[in-house]
Antibody, heavy 117, light 108 residues
């Protein structure tokens, strides 16, 4: 069973960069596409983007100009950088496994990132 | 962009009753439709994928159908643990992009 764990700062200042890492265990990072999804407090889910072990990426068009994802196969980790954050980026950020490019079948527990000065 | 609409926003039912949730897409998504269950303070859990396939460990009281633009999730007889928010999610054809519906809350 694949397990995922998000890590990173819980507080980011406006205009700075939000950086999160997801560590994959219980499976190979070559076995899935890997994705980030966020959920503002009390609201719905928003897909941010995905990355494959080859490094190929695809991002949500609404966030594309601010998102960079990377993968480190040697550490079984992938990461999210979201630049120029505002308070609207405050959310629980989940990393998840994207199976067969259709559904999110394994999720991390999520990490709350608050954007505030 | 493909927009998903879910109805009703809230479904107030009792244990043992049947729940029928609807998800409509603004354009055809074929069968690239999944459903997730999220309880308060918990992580979303995959319930249904490819429009009608139950995910691993999901009880048989959950069923789903649909293709194209109209999809339904049915819970045949609600158990107390089924009260949650249910989100539908679609994948666009190419390049693959994903959106979620706003959710239906199944409430006691």
């Amino acid at each position: 069973q694949v397990q995922l764990q998000e890590s990173g700062p819980g507080l980011v200042k406006p205009s700075e960069t939000l950086s999160l890492t997801c560590t994959v265990s219980g499976g190979s990072i070559t076995s899935h596409y890997w994705t980030w999804i966020r959920q503002p407090p009390g609201r719905g889910l928003e897909w941010i983007g995905y990355i494959y072990f080859s490094g190929n990426t695809n991002y949500n068009p609404s966030l594309k100009s601010r998102v960079i994802m990377a993968i480190d196969r040697s550490k079984n980790q992938f990461s999210l950088n979201l630049t120029s954050v505002t308070t609207a980026d405050t959310a629980v950020y989940y990393c998840a496994a994207l199976q067969q490019l259709t559904r999110f079948n394994f999720w991390g527990l999520g990490t709350l990132v608050t954007v505030s000065s | 962009d493909i927009v998903l609409t879910q109805s009703p926003a809230t479904l107030s039912l009792s244990p043992g009753e049947r729940a029928t949730l609807s998800c409509r897409a603004s354009q055809s998504v074929g069968t690239y439709l999944a459903w997730y269950q999220q309880k308060p303070g918990q992580v979303p859990r995959l319930v249904i994928y490819d429009a009608s396939n139950r995910a691993t460990g999901i009880p048989a009281r959950f069923s789903a159908s649909g293709s194209g633009t109209d999809f339904t999730l049915t819970i045949s007889s609600l158990e107390p643990e089924d009260f949650a928010v249910y989100y539908c999610q679609q994948r666009s054809n190419w390049p693959p992009e994903f959106t979620f519906g706003p959710g239906t809350k199944v409430d006691i």
